[in-house]
């Protein structure tokens, strides 16, 4: 079945792996909008940010011109430990398909936290650890982010208070559970911990909670305890700038394997495995040495790319955060409850946004009923059980490889399979059973909440 | 933190990979003791056999002269998606526990059945594709061995029936999702399907199952249906074989980096596992070429090798499968249900028996409170979440270069770490919340259990 060239995984040797972060907005002409703080409508200064963020963080997300940041070395010994991550050829899906394409895909779910967002956890909680801080805090809704942040925390003996959209907490105990196996705090939100919590549950009694809640109270408890700092999972520059230690592999692994990638997929919520996927290719494509074809891939529940407007917006739903320029449904928008494939953000990663505008990326929407059909048959035959997120990236593989098999070309196809799924299985159970169904938000919902976005 | 010469992990090539299992028995003096006919007492025969399990298996069950044999191309393509597993180098638990030890692990979760199970379950359903069946059945108390099997079975498009005890069909669906998603009929033990599982309803009505009943169904399923047979996950002398594959890795990658062992840890439940790791080790002790010393670990609440009688047995609960001479707590014996850490069958493997009982390796029990401990420990320094079978052996691994901190000694420490504890949340839980405590049989219970045993 194998070539006998390439083999089913490719791996980096540990002296192969990036000692530097690659920065694409070094590269990019039309640099993202800038961050408004919502009060004054004036971009945020460092000065504005360093209470909410760590100092280093800060830095990074405003850095528009270093092309390359050292990895620390106390980073890259944690990377080492369950990095460089394999990449895989697909050789028993392209047999399956009967495809002459070549199907790689970078594998990112062989973690304990099971997805990509280790890699940025860890880059926060060290800056957090090296500004001599207590502590960190954040939200999680499904609780991958969460649940990579403790671990980030344990290893970096750093205090990790995680709030956990209170129906997420009931409903997902296995997660919280890994959480605090990893010595995390976690907290119902809304809780009676923090003003805004107090205040929502008067409001609301009873309520389930979401996630712009459980952000406002993680904002709170960071700025409001001495020594204390508050971590995002995705959407930032800086999460951006970490995850691209995953396209830099790939670019690696590729190259040693002598394969040019003609496609690039890769699923998208707030951009952070995609922007991170792509990076390298991108910056290529920005410097003109080279052309790919890039496909952005987002639930056609929550399709921010495709039925979205690029304009500033809140980045959460409780409007406390600053203002982004973004691809967005409005801060307002939240997919229907049926929707369990992930990938439920309103708005987009400003960088991806400048990106797609200028048209360095396509987008498209695929509906969950056959995201899990493409997932079960990639579990099938390549083994992995995909987390339902990474699963868009493969239903467009699928497809494309199907195409290649219409028109004879053997393109090189590479998607990024961030996680497993492991904890999605009520999902999954929906659709063995034949109940999961799709919801479209009509063009009537995506405008009203449109409506609510800031005039700037 | 790294010496720099031997990295985090130690990957084999594709080329370096094993192409033939070990077979321990052609280097055994004394050979396991064969197994018996409940009904004659003699020892069986192939064609007592081949209605049970299939030919090939049933010759690789027999065979106690071949040393190697070897790996059919197909399932080497199936084990290159997963395979070579990792030999990990443990620098973070060697510096938080400050010991002049060198801990190495291998592991074996790196696929979606999260552990080692997987390395025969393919097997199994090769030859029975080979041999033309439409398909196997077997049973599953906690669902890691059904897992592999449902993802071996796919693979081939072989139909998989798992016959899984009620109470954990009920109390861990999300085991359950994982086998339908790849395309298993799992039924709850007992069943309507089976005579003797009809019989147990409407002896027992409401009965929560039992792994012997479980067995008992799967067995005559497998034998009243055309072209059908029963495969099993450890115990047998082929699923030793098989997992040989396990310790030949192992071995190879210290090879690569010019380490010696000195001590091989394996948790031992049936056997599968230990069986597999420390087989080439093994193989050069009965040839007399080296010396290890090998240390088979069990929990407290089951301890077979070390508070069981070395006498044969029945392999199953229901009584109606092979007796088999091995160390045994007897067929009836049930660890206590606040035993949440795995490793619960009453016996053990003939071969690692006889080898025991010949002094070529060690055996000890620890209680679960201490094994949950060690996994959590583990967890936080090397960022995996460890099985609670497998924490046994990290529990002795971390034991034992406590004692090497004292004694000043550099030992290379090898264990076994054979999955992943994604599914045992439940158990996780209870020790974090501080309610699960340890139980221990007394001597009356095992005498009582033993008392039972056939006289032979």
Same sequence: chains 1, 2.
């Avoid at 039309?30 to 963020?53: D, H, V």
């Avoid at 605090?180 to 107090?198: D, F, H, I, Q, W």
């Avoid at 890769?266 to 003109?288: D, H, K, Q, T, Y």
């Avoid at 929407?365 to 035959?381: N, P």
């Amino acid at each position: 079945m194998s070539d006998n060239k390439i083999p089913y995984k490719i791996y980096l040797e540990e002296n192969e792996m990036p000692k530097a972060w690659y920065n694409m907005r070094s590269d990019m002409k039309n640099k993202p909008a800038p961050l408004l703080n919502p009060g004054t409508g004036k971009p945020l200064t460092a000065e504005e940010l360093s209470p909410i963020f760590c100092e280093e963080l800060v830095k990074q997300e405003l850095d528009e011109t270093t092309p390359f940041i050292e990895i620390p070395e106390e980073i890259r010994n944690f990377y080492k430990m369950y990095r460089p991550s394999p990449l895989v050829r697909a050789y028993c899906l392209e047999e399956k398909l009967k495809t002459p394409a070549k199907i790689y895909y970078k594998f990112e779910g062989n973690n304990t936290s099971g997805s990509h967002k280790l890699n940025s956890a860890i880059a926060q909680a060290y800056y957090a650890k090296k500004q001599g801080l207590k502590g960190v805090t954040t939200e999680t809704g499904a609780g991958q982010w969460g649940t990579a942040l403790s671990m980030a925390c344990s290893y970096f003996d750093l205090d990790c208070k995680v709030y956990m959209v209170k129906v997420s907490y009931e409903q997902k105990p296995f997660r919280r559970e890994v959480m605090r196996t990893y010595g995390a705090t976690v907290t119902p939100s809304p809780s009676m911990l923090t003003n805004v919590g107090r205040k929502i549950n008067e409001q609301f009694p009873g309520t389930d909670g979401s996630l712009g809640c459980a952000i406002s109270e993680a904002v709170e408890a960071a700025t409001t305890q001495e020594g204390y700092r508050y971590v995002l999972g995705s959407v930032l520059n800086q999460v951006l700038l970490h995850q691209s230690v995953i396209g830099l592999e790939t670019k690696a692994a590729l190259d040693k394997v002598g394969v040019k990638a003609d496609m690039i997929i890769g699923c998208a919520g707030g951009g952070s495995n995609l922007g991170g996927l792509i990076s390298p290719f991108v910056g290529e494509m920005l410097r003109g040495e080279n052309q790919y074809e890039i496909i952005a891939v987002e639930p056609a529940s929550c399709p921010s790319f495709t039925r979205g407007s690029f304009v500033y917006d809140f980045c959460d739903t409780g409007r406390v955060c600053p203002l982004a320029k973004m691809y967005t449904l409005g801060s307002n928008f939240m997919p229907a409850p049926n929707h369990a494939g992930g990938l439920r953000y309103h708005g987009m990663s400003t960088i991806l946004s400048q990106l797609y505008d200028d048209g360095y990326l396509k987008a498209t929407s695929v509906k969950q009923t056959d995201v899990f059909a493409a997932a079960e048959q990639f579990a099938r035959v390549e083994g992995i059980l995909p987390a339902p997120e990474s699963s868009h990236a493969i239903k467009v593989a699928i497809d494309e490889a199907l195409k290649c098999k219409e028109t004879g070309e053997a393109k090189n196809i590479v998607f990024g399979l961030t996680g497993t799924g492991y904890f999605d299985l009520v999902a999954y159970q929906k659709y063995n059973d034949g109940v999961m169904d799709d919801y479209i938000p009509t063009d009537d919902d995506i405008a009203k909440s449109l409506a609510k976005c800031p005039k700037i």
